[in-house]
């Protein structure tokens, strides 16, 4: 069955980076859309970022646009998130999620399968 783990979170002061790994397993991913999304405390959960693992075109939200950079590697399955400029706004639990669908899904209703999260906790 599809498989996505989620790791690299951490603590970090403002004005740090982290890079989020989502380590994808139990099928072909080659004709799928993979997407990053947060949930802060008390909030809903929103979208970060996506890629197309075919071709690799990106999409960002507004808010993290030009600070984080979504990328894929190929050979080893794994879709990965660089936030640099961290701030403690961005402190959420961040979730790796997968589609087939054609268009790129900006909700997660969009989204079939989900990982179990990683915690970034931006404070100083």
């Known amino acids: 069955q599809v498989q996505l783990v989620e790791s690299g979170g951490g603590l970090v002061q403002p004005g740090a980076s982290l890079r989020l790994s989502c380590a994808a397993s139990?099928?072909?991913?080659?004709?799928?859309?993979m997407g990053w999304f947060r949930q802060a405390p008390g909030k809903e959960r929103e979208f970060v970022a996506a890629i197309r693992w075919s071709g690799g075109s990106t999409y960002y939200a507004d808010s993290v646009n030009g600070r984080f950079t979504i990328s894929r590697d190929n050979a080893k399955n794994t879709v990965y998130l660089q936030m640099n400029s961290l701030k403690p706004q961005d402190t959420a639990v961040f979730y790796c999620?997968?589609?087939?669908?054609?268009?790129?899904?900006?909700?997660?209703?969009?989204?079939?399968?989900w990982g179990q999260g990683t915690q970034v906790t931006v404070s100083s």
């Open positions: 139990g099928r072909t991913f080659s004709g799928d859309i």
């Open positions: 999620a997968a589609t087939r669908k054609v268009r790129v899904p900006r909700d997660q209703q969009g989204y079939d399968y």
